[in-house]
């Protein structure tokens, strides 16, 4: 299961994450968005000696790919006939981590600010769980715009968000073992998980408005057979209206329908509603915007803004690509005219890959 596999790779790799609020970090690039393009913004930084902090406002890396179509092979990378789109971002990770970037996951960039004069960086980000960067430029590879979850109008859902016990995505499957799980949803993602947690949780139910899935047949089915046989409650059609519980932990989730309403006993609630993006803060730095798109000079990917540039499916100029392909090169030319800015009075001495190596790689001239 792309989720499943996902977690595995985030936690084996461990993303440098800070978590400390208020915690200043600087560094040369600040990258807004940790999908395709972004990732290989870390890599194209690091290759020209400039460290990067990576911000998304999903708990993982991978944008579109990881959030959309994790399991979809995608035909049109330059070199891989075909490749899984998660599969992509996993080897994005591996590509980009000799140059150890920071990745703020789980947070939104709320603020831009210029620095004053004579400050060594020229920009202060912060985010939604106030973590601080400095950089000396930014990069916007933001997308579609920030994603979050899409949050059911359940009462009470504030307060066990805080406790603990809701859930939009899975971040430690152990951590439901032995546990009662009411999942709510109607698509892959409920249904996948109704498969994956029913072998290590104490019961499982699913809710749903509609006695129909958008997942896969084989997998509905076989769920369905589990209801029959009693082994997973199939809650359905209903709706989920309330979460009980003592305001520390939770309970039961109240569900209602044209029959009535029910308790299900929960100690976790498991929302699975898609996704939702905004372009969000962005709109209001004063950024040359085409609604959700930045103009950009093709030949730099430079904003109208000195020391911001856009690159990926965000950036616009005549003739662009939506393309993963359009953006991984957008990002690389980001980064050789940020070096300007970065290194002021050191000239950019451009090397291929294969004559400059990559730092640990056995065998590269910058092994050392
Ligand atoms: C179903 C589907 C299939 C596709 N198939 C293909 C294909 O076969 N080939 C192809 O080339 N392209 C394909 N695409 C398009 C491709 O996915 C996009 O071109 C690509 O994802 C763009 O990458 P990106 O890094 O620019 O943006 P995204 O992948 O959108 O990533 C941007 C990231 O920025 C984050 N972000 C935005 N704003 C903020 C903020 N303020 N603070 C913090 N984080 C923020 C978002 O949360 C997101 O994670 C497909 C798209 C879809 C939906």
């Not at 898609?274 to 798109?293: M, Q």
């Amino acid at each position: 299961m792309a989720d499943v596999v996902r977690l595995i790779f985030n936690n084996k790799h461990g993303l440098h994450m800070s978590t400390t609020p208020g915690a200043i970090l600087t560094t040369d690039i600040a990258i807004i968005g940790a999908g395709p393009v972004g990732l290989f913004g870390v890599f194209a930084a690091g290759m020209l000696n400039m460290k990067t902090v990576v911000i998304d406002s999903l708990e993982l890396a991978g944008g579109q790919l990881t959030a959309l179509y994790p399991e979809k092979p995608v035909f049109d990378i330059p070199g891989h006939p075909s490749i899984e789109a998660q599969e992509l971002i996993v080897n994005l990770q591996k590509q980009a981590e000799p140059f150890h970037p920071v990745y703020l996951l789980d947070q939104q960039v709320m603020t831009l600010e210029k620095l004053p004069d004579g400050a060594s960086h020229y920009w202060k980000l912060t985010t939604s769980k106030n973590s601080i960067v400095h950089a000396r430029a930014i990069i916007i590879a933001a997308g579609v715009g920030a994603f979050g979850p899409n949050r059911p109008p359940v009462e009470k859902l504030d307060i066990y968000e805080a406790t603990g016990n809701v859930h939009y995505l899975v971040k430690k499957r152990e951590a439901f073992r032995g546990k009662k799980l009411v999942i709510a949803g109607g698509g892959d993602s409920a249904v996948d998980w109704v498969m994956s947690l029913k072998e290590i949780a104490a019961r499982v139910a699913i809710v749903h408005r509609r006695d129909g899935f958008r997942a896969a047949d084989a997998n509905v089915d076989k769920m369905r057979a589990w209801a029959a046989a009693g082994e997973i409650d199939y809650v359905v059609p209903y709706t989920v209206k309330s979460l009980h519980g003592d305001g520390a932990r939770l309970s039961g989730v109240e569900v209602e329908s044209k029959s009535g309403n029910r308790i299900l006993e929960a100690d976790h609630f498991l929302a699975f509603y898609g996704l939702s993006n905004k372009l969000g803060p962005i709109a209001e730095w004063g950024l040359d915007l085409d609604k959700k798109h930045i103009h950009v000079d093709p030949a730099t990917c430079a904003s109208n803004i000195p020391g911001i540039f856009a690159a990926g499916d965000i950036a616009l100029y005549p003739g662009k690509l939506h393309l993963i392909l359009a953006g991984f090169c957008e990002i690389e030319m980001a980064c050789h005219a940020a070096y300007k800015i970065v290194h002021p009075d050191v000239e950019l001495k451009f090397e291929y890959s294969s004559a400059k190596g990559v730092p640990g790689s056995p065998g590269s001239p910058a092994a050392d």
